[in-house]
């Protein structure tokens, strides 16, 4: 049952936030790369913020970059996105996925996606 369940998702004003989790099964997350991606209504898929294998590194989108914090918890298979300073163009389906190396589009588990949704 290899799998990644996203969870945390809902509604929150512009300015809030909101802490994203995703949670492996069937394999040993700390092994691969994590990457969290959204779709936005009307527009392409989007990577927003990687963690590498064992967390050496992290990486974000210039949108995103002083607000959105991505890090691996002390449960092994579950890597977190916190976001901060919540914007209407944040509203998305966010996506985890992991892979070797690095974050592509075209990793090996994705998730199914937790609706975020921004709004006064």
């Known amino acids: 049952q290899l799998q990644l369940v996203e969870s945390g998702g809902g509604l929150v004003q512009p300015g809030g936030s909101l802490r994203l989790s995703c949670a492996a099964s069937g394999f040993i997350l700390d092994y691969y790369a994590v990457g969290w991606f959204r779709q936005a209504p009307g527009k392409e898929r989007e990577g927003v913020a990687c963690?590498?294998?064992?967390?050496?590194?992290?990486d974000y989108a210039d949108s995103v970059k002083g607000r959105f914090t991505i890090s691996r918890g002390n449960a092994k298979n579950t890597v977190y996105l916190q976001m901060n300073s919540l914007k209407l163009e944040d509203t998305a389906v966010y996506y985890c996925a992991a892979g070797p190396l690095r974050c592509t589009y075209t990793m090996d588990f994705w998730g199914k996606g937790t609706l975020v949704t921004v709004s006064s």
């Open positions: 963690i590498t294998s064992r967390g050496d590194s992290t």
